[in-house]
């Protein structure tokens, strides 16, 4: 049996499987590249032998940064970029590159130096998964590291302090914004139609600027201006993360639960129901035998099969 590799990162919240960017950049890239990972969230444990996220575990051997661990997924045959072209390639790197330098200080700026979000969102978020004494460090250690990145790489001459500096980060990150829009056009990848690294880095910057519930953000006012990009982040969370896309899982399990309940199906095979859901139990009633067969229902039939049941069984 081939050993198991754990990806150790910060846990999801609004919507997200990760509220960390570079956490979800590899979550992303292993869902592309078909990488069969276990995922560990740290909250409330700090099992990371580096103090770092996120961090794979491997037979021994511990990765971190994104770039190193998506290099190593590709050295196991996990490539998501294996279709690309040598252009695209440099495309890809060049982009990641324009992300890091243009759009992460300002998303530092966002989740991390703003009084306002650090105080309403970012702040009580991290300490509440962080356990004691760590939830009155690690908040503070961030905003700190944070702060120190943006002024060491955008406090150049005559800006050195962060209000200073505002203006600029936000003004490039929200260029930056709109050159991944006019790149993206109405696709739902970068490059064809198949995820890329380039879509896992863009999803790990962009998603979490898209879904959290910001008090104060002029650069998410902005991001809900380009519709192409917000979709970009909704049909990747729908398309990969989710069991079965644009439907629950737990839909589909109420309906194969009450199927396969031998009282339940006799009413339904049965012309003798009495319930008010009969009728419309009758017009679906010849799919019952795809379903008892194995057979899958199209997505349009299960939902709409489901949802029939579920009205049945309130009424009984």
Same mark, same amino acid.
């Given at each position: 049996?081939?050993?198991?590799?754990?990806?150790?990162?910060?846990?999801?919240?609004?919507?997200?499987?990760?509220?960390?960017?570079?956490?979800?950049?590899?979550?992303?890239?292993?869902?592309?590249?078909?990488?069969?990972?276990?995922?560990?969230?740290?909250?409330?444990?700090?099992?990371?032998?580096?103090?770092?996220?996120?961090?794979?575990?491997?037979?021994?051997?511990?990765?971190?940064?994104?770039?190193?661990?998506?290099?190593?997924?590709?050295?196991?045959?996990?490539?998501?970029?294996?279709?690309?072209?040598?252009?695209?390639?440099?495309?890809?790197?060049?982009?990641?590159?324009?992300?890091?330098?243009?759009?992460?200080?300002?998303?530092?700026?966002?989740?991390?130096? +703003? @009084?306002?979000?650090?105080?309403?969102?970012?702040?009580?978020?991290? #300490? &509440?998964?962080?356990?004691? /004494? =760590?939830?009155?460090?690690?908040?503070?250690?961030?905003?700190?590291?944070?702060?120190?990145?943006?002024?060491?790489?955008?406090?150049?001459?005559?800006?050195?302090?962060?209000?200073?500096?505002?203006?600029?980060?936000?003004?490039?990150?929200?260029?930056?914004?709109?050159?991944?829009?006019?790149?993206?056009?109405?696709?739902?990848?970068?490059?064809?139609?198949?995820?890329?690294?380039? +879509? @896992?880095?863009?999803?790990?910057?962009?998603?979490?600027?898209?879904? #959290? &519930?910001?008090?104060?953000? /002029? =650069?998410?006012?902005?991001?809900?201006?380009?519709?192409?990009?917000?979709?970009?982040?909704?049909?990747?969370?729908?398309?990969?993360?989710?069991?079965?896309?644009?439907?629950?899982?737990?839909?589909?399990?109420?309906?194969?639960?009450?199927?396969?309940?031998?009282?339940?199906?006799?009413?339904?095979?049965?012309?003798?129901?009495?319930?008010?859901?009969?009728?419309?139990?009758?017009?679906?009633?010849?799919?019952?035998?795809?379903?008892?067969?194995?057979?899958?229902? &199209?997505?349009?039939?299960?939902?709409?099969?489901?949802?029939?049941?579920?009205?049945?069984?309130?009424?009984?």
């Amino acid at each position: 049996m081939a050993a198991t590799m754990e990806l150790r990162c910060w846990g999801g919240d609004w919507g997200l499987p990760s509220v960390h960017t570079e956490s979800l950049i590899v979550l992303a890239y292993a869902k592309f590249s078909g990488a069969t990972i276990t995922v560990t969230p740290i909250d409330w444990t700090w099992k990371t032998l580096t103090g770092t996220v996120p961090e794979l575990v491997y037979q021994g051997s511990t990765i971190t940064e994104p770039a190193q661990i998506l290099n190593f997924l590709r050295k196991q045959r996990f490539n998501a970029d294996y279709e690309l072209s040598a252009r695209q390639g440099a495309d890809t790197m060049a982009y990641i590159a324009l992300l890091e330098e243009k759009l992460r200080p300002a998303l530092l700026h966002t989740f991390w130096v +703003d @009084a306002e979000n650090y105080a309403n969102l970012t702040r009580p978020w991290f #300490a &509440s998964r962080s356990p004691f /004494p =760590l939830n009155f460090l690690v908040p503070g250690r961030h905003a700190n590291t944070a702060l120190s990145r943006i002024l060491l790489t955008k406090g150049e001459s005559p800006l050195h302090t962060i209000t200073e500096v505002e203006g600029k980060i936000y003004s490039e990150a929200k260029e930056c914004l709109n050159l991944l829009s006019h790149r993206l056009g109405m696709a739902y990848y970068f490059f064809g139609n198949t995820p890329c690294s380039l +879509d @896992a880095f863009v999803f790990g910057f962009v998603a979490p600027l898209h879904k #959290a &519930s910001l008090p104060s953000s /002029p =650069l998410q006012s902005h991001l809900r201006q380009l519709d192409n990009l917000q979709r970009f982040c909704d049909h990747i969370l729908n398309a990969h993360f989710s069991s079965h896309p644009g439907e629950t899982s737990a839909l589909r399990r109420v309906c194969v639960s009450l199927y396969i309940d031998d009282c339940f199906r006799s009413r339904v095979l049965g012309k003798g129901y009495k319930d008010p859901a009969g009728f419309l139990i009758e017009r679906v009633s010849e799919n019952l035998v795809n379903f008892r067969s194995c057979k899958a229902f &199209s997505k349009h039939r299960t939902y709409n099969f489901c949802q029939v049941v579920i009205c049945s069984r309130s009424n009984t």
